[in-house]
């Protein structure tokens, strides 16, 4: 009788088959391959994720990434609205644009109808680009709910945010 014992590419972890390192990173670097080809995009390495958990704590992060950027800022939401955050976006961006870096923004036509004004009006001037998702009264009433809901801020292409919070008081705390 013989005392080799053939190891598995696999050995059991807690009732589960845990694969050996070697076939997950060839499996894994395959995945990869696949959806480079699929997006057209080359993958990045060095990526973090940073869960950050109520408007208080998304708002600020949002903030100083903008206030800190040096070539490009650009965001794109569904809700726009009113009051001290809302200032405090647009106030920031303007800041931005007039210190030559490039600002874009893009409102959902009917989600950020409740913007001020005057915000719009600082933000022109300052030189942000400001773009409109379908404002609802150019459109037919069969299209009404074709809506941008995305929510998303880039900055110098390397810092993004996205999530599931509009930029208003509602979101704060």
């Known amino acids: 009788m013989s005392d080799v014992i053939e ?3 696999y050995t059991p972890l807690d009732g589960r088959a845990e694969l050996d390192p ?35 704590q998304i708002f600020g992060a949002m903030l100083k990434a903008i206030r800190e950027a040096e070539h490009t800022v650009d965001m794109m939401t569904f809700v726009y609205w009113r009051g001290d955050i809302a200032n405090d976006f647009a106030e920031a961006l303007a800041e931005r644009a007039r210190a030559g870096v490039r600002v874009r923004l893009l409102l959902d036509g009917f989600g950020s109808r409740l913007i001020e004004k ?3 009006d600082m933000m022109d001037e300052a030189g942000v680009t400001v773009a409109w998702f379908r404002k609802p009264l150019y459109l037919s009433p069969l299209k009404q709910n074709h809506r941008c809901h995305r929510k998303v801020l880039i900055t110098d292409e390397s ?10 008081e509602e979101w704060c705390g």
Do not use: H, Y
């Not at 060095?46 to 408007?55: A, E, H, K, M, Q």
């Not at 810092?159 to 208003?168: L, S, W």
């Open 159 to 168: 810092i993004a945010f996205t999530g599931g919070v509009g930029i208003a």
């Open 22 to 56: 070697r076939v997950c990173e060839e499996r894994s670097l395959r995945l990869r391959r696949r959806l480079e080809r699929l997006i057209g995009i080359a993958a990045t390495e060095g990526n973090s994720l940073l869960p950050l958990r109520n408007g208080d």
């Open 118 to 120: 005057g915000q719009l």
């Open 7 to 9: 190891t598995p590419a």
